[in-house]
């Protein structure tokens, strides 16, 4: 799974149906969004996975996030997803998923937590909730880990500030309410997703 060939943006769509996946993930790639997350915490996370995988064709990457048990990342693993976004650190569980074959995206807040993903196989951090800590937090924990490890920025991301965690160190972000909100037309989705897109370029 090379999410490394894809624009490093993550769509979060928490709270879609199943039946309104499809709409928004082609709305998301004709945007130049391929990376898709499905939170676990949405109507039936696992059918909806099924049908943007199914629909997207290889056009995208369609994950889970949000995930909090070996369970659930076993269901995951078994639709052929190859990426696991959670939203804490629980070295079992990403020991668990990384031994299923999945590339796991560990959500952390301190140092402490940032290592422990790490030596417990995570592939990817994940800082959450970014908005809350800055640009400036950023620099100061890039400044400890290992200079290869990919540092995404999730949690309060908007247009107006994702350069600024790119500039910190960030290699991408994790796009949430200012990209999808439950119920919203997949024309609301697609311009939101060239928002960032636009503002992606601008780093």
């Not at 099924?50 to 949000?66: K, P, V, Y």
């Not at 400044?143 to 999730?154: D, E, G, Y």
Request: hydrophobic share 50%.
């Amino acid at each position: 799974m090379d999410w490394k060939a894809h624009l490093p943006l993550i769509a979060i769509l928490r709270g879609i149906t199943p039946d309104e996946v499809e709409t928004h993930v082609d709305a998301l790639i004709a945007a130049g969004i391929t990376l898709i997350e499905i939170p676990t915490n949405s109507p039936q996370w696992l059918r909806s996975v099924e049908r943007a995988q199914a629909h997207a064709r290889g056009r995208a990457i369609i994950d889970a996030g949000t995930v909090l048990n070996a369970a659930d990342a076993d269901a995951l693993a078994a639709t052929g997803a190859k990426l696991m976004v959670t939203p804490n650190t629980d070295p079992p569980l990403i020991r668990h998923a990384v031994a299923a074959g999945l590339t796991v995206a560990a959500g952390f807040l301190t140092p402490s937590e940032a290592f422990a993903a790490l030596a417990a196989g995570a592939q990817i951090l994940k800082l959450f909730p970014a908005a809350n800590m800055g640009a400036a937090y950023v620099r100061a924990i890039k400044a400890v880990l290992p200079s290869t490890t990919p540092l995404f920025a999730v949690g309060g991301v908007t247009p107006d500030n994702l350069h600024d965690f790119l500039g910190a160190g960030c290699s991408g972000a994790g796009l949430g309410g200012d990209l999808y909100k439950p119920g919203q037309l997949s024309t609301a989705t697609l311009g939101r997703a060239e928002a960032f897109v636009r503002s992606y370029g601008k780093k």
